[in-house]
């Protein structure tokens, strides 16, 4: 396979980097300050907008002055361990004649104010150059901050860009015509790293249809657009075009495509192709979502739009779309996609994620909500899910039951501590949780709800359960779970997920 040129021309020297002029000479001017003993400021705060060269930076910068690089992400939950081995590590290591460590924490905009505070310790300590990336540098948490210089990074020009795509062409040898290079860099909005992507998948789709491809690009498509780019003709590339801009995962897609297939070609054996294109399609997905290697999603995808494009002939003229029955349970797509997206926009707000982001953390969420009750209760919680999202989410009226009661004891926790948990999205004021609710009995925790037969003996000794283990609560985790959110509180911060579900 070819590598992607984002990292194929990814600059190795700082002269390479494209006008970052002023922050290129901030950092090296600190870097120089760590090879000759140890700087005011121990971190460095690279601040701007994606694909704007911060990585890039840290990664020539360490090739230049011979450090060999850490990189740790910030939303990683074992990150605080990991910057305290290397800090230790360091220089035992060097000892041996080994590369100084630089340790690179990106995402930086996503610690949490718990997490920050373990970091400025560790920025105190240091005795290896540590350098922040942020996109957001206001949310970085103010305690680090402060700790940092802070390297501001302006966003690339259309000329910068086109610039750069040019030296690509070159080293490519190939051609590129100037209006395609200059509509590619006026796409981008500033992102180098979205431009450089754009310009291979057009050179590979042939120049004479960038045109296309790139208009495809940018209007939002719906379901039966993409079905028709698929089932519409033979063509290959034309059948990949069918997820840009598709708000819909892998998965979902894959049903449709399903569904449709049927009524779609006329002879068996062509019905048999496309039904094993799809097949192998969700051999990729199952290895995407049991290994967390989505850089399989792109296979899948192959399989399930080219694939199936390809495999015989299919009727001509209009062709009517149906939706899968797996969702037709939900009566109608319309409000199928108005849970869907309400619970994006939830995790979005929630988990402060781009859209793309809360998308593959929706679906890492139906796994959790299929298999694991008690934590998908706490998930729902947290994300103040209504009744159809859970339903939605759990893809089946009885889950959704049980999980619904394990909520209701959740909330009663929660009230007891003070705490109220309210999503609020546009356009769609937060579910109220009413005062009676609160106060029933789960019902999933009873027997009762799995259908079997309760003496008045079990019930009882059941409620005793239930009370001594709400008294330890309220004596031993109440007051942590009052601390931390005390803390949240005064960092201006929500609890996180991770801190609910650790509760
Ligand atoms: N100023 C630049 N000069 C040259 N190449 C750049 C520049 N900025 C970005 N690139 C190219 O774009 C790609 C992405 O850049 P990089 O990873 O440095 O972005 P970033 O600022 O760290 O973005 P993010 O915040 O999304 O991580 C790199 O492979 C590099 O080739």
């Known amino acids: 396979m070819d590598i992607p040129w984002v990292e194929k021309y990814r600059p190795k020297r700082l002269r390479e980097i494209v006008n970052q002029r002023q922050a290129l000479e901030k950092v090296e001017a600190w870097i120089k300050q760590w090879v000759h003993g140890t700087p005011k400021k121990k971190a460095l705060l690279l601040a701007g907008p994606p694909g704007s060269g911060k990585t890039t930076t840290v990664y020539a910068l360490a090739n230049e002055y011979k450090f060999e690089v850490i990189e740790l992400n910030a939303s990683d939950e074992r990150t605080f361990e990991k910057i305290r081995r290397y800090l230790d590590a360091a220089y035992t290591m060097d000892i041996f004649g080994r590369r100084r460590k630089l340790i690179f924490l990106d995402e930086a905009d996503n610690i949490e104010p718990s997490g920050a505070h373990e970091i400025a310790k560790l920025i105190d300590r240091a005795r290896n150059p540590i350098i922040m990336a942020a996109n957001k540098y206001w949310e970085v948490p ?4 402060n700790k940092a210089e802070v390297v501001e990074y302006k966003r690339l020009t259309q000329r910068d860009i086109m610039q750069a795509l040019f030296r690509i062409i070159k080293a490519e040898g190939i051609f590129v015509p100037k209006e395609i290079v200059a509509e590619i860099a006026k796409r981008a909005s500033g992102d180098l790293r979205a ?3 754009d310009l291979q998948t057009v050179v590979a789709g042939g120049i004479e249809d960038a045109r296309e491809v790139l208009a495809y690009r940018d209007v939002e498509k719906t379901i039966f657009q993409a079905l028709g780019l698929i089932f519409g003709s033979d063509n290959a590339k034309r059948a990949k075009m069918a997820t840009w801009n598709l708000d819909m995962t892998p998965d979902e897609l894959l049903l449709w495509v ?14 048999a192709e496309a039904y094993n294109a799809i097949s ?3 051999i990729y997905l199952g290895r995407a979502k049991r290994s967390g290697n989505y850089g399989l999603w792109k296979y899948a995808i ?8 390809v495999s015989g002939v299919k009727k001509k003229g209009f062709l009517k779309f149906y939706p899968p029955k797996t969702l037709r349970m939900l009566k109608d797509t319309k409000e199928e996609r108005g849970i869907r997206d309400s619970i994006i ?10 859209k793309l982001e809360a998308i593959e953390t929706m679906q890492i969420f139906k796994t959790i909500f299929e298999n694991n009750l008690d934590v998908a209760a706490h998930i729902a919680v947290f994300l103040d899910l209504g009744d159809k999202e859970i339903e939605f989410l759990a893809g089946d009226k009885e889950k959704a039951t049980k999980i619904k009661g394990k909520t209701l004891s959740i909330h009663r ?4 501590a003070g705490i109220e948990i309210k999503v609020e999205i546009e356009g769609e004021p937060s579910k109220e949780i009413e005062e009676e609710e609160i106060g029933e009995e789960p019902e999933e925790e009873t027997a009762e709800a799995e259908g079997e037969e309760v003496s ?13 283990e709400e008294a330890e609560w309220e004596k031993e985790e109440k007051p942590k779970k009052e601390e931390k959110i005390d803390k949240a509180k005064k960092k201006g911060k929500q609890a996180t997920l991770f801190d609910f579900l650790k509760k």
Not at 258 to 268: G, L, R, S, V
Not at 413 to 416: F, H, P, T, Y
């Open 456 to 468: 008045e003996e079990e019930k009882e000794s059941k409620e005793i359960e239930k009370e001594i």
């Open 258 to 271: 399903d569904e449709n297939i049927p009524y779609i070609y006329y002879k068996p054996e062509d019905i």
């Open 280 to 282: 192998r399609a969700d």
């Open 142 to 145: 103010a305690e680090i901050r």
């Open 195 to 197: 431009a450089i992507n």
């Open 413 to 416: 926790k929660l009230k007891k």
């Open 345 to 354: 926009k939830k995790i979005m707000k929630q988990m402060h994620m781009s």
């Open 302 to 309: 192959d399989m399930m739009t080219a694939g199936v494009a």
